[in-house]
């Protein structure tokens, strides 16, 4: 009971900071962007994901930071809105 308690929280918790990161991304990001609750989350979530790469390869540090995961995430939510646009 304990271990699935303490993975529902966990999960909970990567979809609230997707949430955050990708709410701060769409609002940071003039213009519309038609996408529902779950696909922010997606959008934070993978922002996030790829800030840490990021930082891990690139800046030789451990961990992105909030900002640098805001910024990936409106990279992807502007690559996004030119995908559909064009299609």
């Given amino acids: 009971m304990g271990r699935t308690l303490d993975l529902l929280l966990f999960l909970l918790l990567l979809a609230m900071i997707g949430l955050v990161v990708g709410g701060l991304a769409r609002f940071l990001l003039p213009g519309p962007d038609p996408m529902g609750i779950g696909m922010t989350i997606a959008v934070g979530l993978v922002g996030?994901?790829?800030?840490?790469?990021?930082?891990?390869?690139?800046?030789?540090?451990?961990?992105?930071?909030?900002?640098?995961?805001?910024?990936?995430?409106?990279?992807i939510v502007w690559g996004l809105r030119h995908t559909r646009s064009r299609g």
């Fill in 48 to 75: 996030s994901f790829a800030a840490g790469l990021f930082s891990w390869y690139a800046l030789h540090r451990h961990g992105a930071g909030l900002l640098l995961s805001i910024v990936f995430s409106m990279l």
